[in-house]
């Protein structure tokens, strides 16, 4: 059973660099037609696409923050990863990573999501 | 790229069933047959429903059944139990290569 974990710090101060990993046990992050994707969910809000990236380290993100996100991945560690920076307040959100197979459009496996507040 | 509309509430009893609407335009939901929904029990990773409309993964009740008519996906719940009760969101892919999600759905079980 594949499983996915965010790590990385649950607070970061405005104008900073966010950093999250998300480590993939239980299948190799090599094999397949995988996407791996970060979504965030803003507090009582409804889930936003990121974007994803693909085991060669091709990405694709979401046009509204292409300009601060950069996403990259680690075979060795099975590990993929991704950095949103000038981060302010609306960042503030749960940040999950996924697993989308075959299409990027639909997710079979999730992280549980990781709390990263922005605040001074 | 805007959030695909959802009923912010949906309510049912117990056995009854219940539809719960995904509206967006002809560049997303109309325009393809990549419309997923997620179950998601706060605090816990989602689940996958439903993808490419009506497709329902391996595993998954077959009391959750999907469809579409032109800007808008439904994802139906049948015999409706008490364990259904979470936040459910819709998904499709967009002209532009990209994924736009609804804006949830609380389900609450009576």
């Known amino acids: 059973q594949v499983q996915l974990q965010e790590s990385g710090p649950g607070l970061v101060k405005p104008s900073q660099t966010l950093s999250l990993t998300c480590t993939v046990s239980?299948?190799?992050?090599?094999?397949?037609?995988?996407?791996w994707t970060w979504i965030r969910q803003h507090p009582g809000k409804g889930l936003e696409w990121i974007g994803y990236i693909y085991h060669s380290g091709d990405a694709y993100y979401d046009p509204a923050l292409k300009s601060r996100v950069t996403m990259s991945v680690d075979t060795s560690k099975n590990q993929f990863s991704l950095n949103l920076s000038s981060v302010n307040a609306a960042d503030t959100a749960v940040y999950y990573c996924a697993r989308a197979a075959a299409t990027p459009y639909k997710f079979d496996f999730w992280g549980q999501g990781t709390l990263v507040t922005v605040s001074s | 790229q805007s959030a695909l509309t959802q009923p912010a509430s949906v309510f049912g009893s117990p056995g009854q069933s219940i539809t719960i609407s995904c509206t967006g335009t002809s560049s997303d939901v109309g325009g393809y047959n990549f419309v997923s929904w997620y179950q998601h029990h706060p605090g816990k990773a989602p689940k996958l429903m439903i993808y490419?409309?009506?497709n329902r993964p391996s595993g998954v009740s077959n009391r959750f059944s999907g469809s579409k008519s032109g800007n808008t996906a439904s994802l139906i719940i049948s015999g409706l139990q008490a364990e259904d009760e979470a936040d459910y969101y819709c998904s499709s892919r967009t002209s532009s290569s990209t994924l736009v999600f609804g804006g949830g759905t609380k389900l609450t079980v009576l």
């Open positions: 490419d409309v009506s």
């Open positions: 239980g299948g190799s992050i090599s094999s397949g037609t995988y996407y």
